[in-house]
């Protein structure tokens, strides 16, 4: 299933669009940052997984953290599945973590110099992810919700990629 999965490269229709995401396709390791309302920071390391899939029309990736040093500890793990909607112009996105029970539908792109993806959380607040400070070695992502409609955001999750080598 997994070689059927996989494929080596965009496909060719999606030109320039490709781009957004292909820069990440690759392993980072990550440090999570947990940032409960009112509570301690909670850290977590863990790595990311990028690749193409499905003939090269969506990219998946594979999330996952378990306590900062406590590698015995179970995984919590999670897997994103993102294409581009030629009709809508936007890159949709779906994220499953069947542990927690959670699917998240989002959409968005590039904003600025970051890429923004908008939709409702689990409890139903917004909920706003983004890919900031972008290099090819290293990328910040904020997962962020909202429950006034988008008037203020909260930041949830700050998490801080490195390219593995």
């Given at each position: 299933?997994?070689?059927t ?8 229709s ?8 292909d820069?990440?396709v ?51 793990i ?9 009709k ?9 973590a ?28 917004l ?14 992502w ?24």
């Amino acid at each position: 299933m997994i070689r059927t999965l996989s494929a080596s490269r965009p496909h060719p229709s999606y030109g320039a669009e490709a781009k957004l995401f292909d820069q990440f396709v690759g392993t980072w390791d990550c440090e999570y940052t947990l940032l409960p309302p009112g509570g301690a920071p909670i850290r977590q390391e863990g790595q990311v997984t990028f690749g193409w899939i499905l003939d090269g029309w969506a990219v998946q990736d594979i999330w996952w953290s378990r306590p900062a040093g406590n590698p015995g500890a179970e995984r919590a793990i999670g897997t994103t599945l993102r294409f581009f909607d030629a009709k809508k112009r936007v890159w949709r996105v779906i994220w499953v973590a069947p542990r927690v029970g959670a699917v998240i539908q989002l959409e968005g792109g590039l904003e600025d110099n970051r890429i923004v993806l908008r939709g409702t959380d689990a409890d139903g607040s917004l909920t706003r992810w983004s890919f900031n400070d972008i290099a090819a070695d290293r990328f910040t992502w904020y997962g962020e919700n909202s429950s006034d409609g988008g008037k203020t955001w909260v930041r949830l999750q700050e998490s801080r990629m490195r390219r593995r080598r």
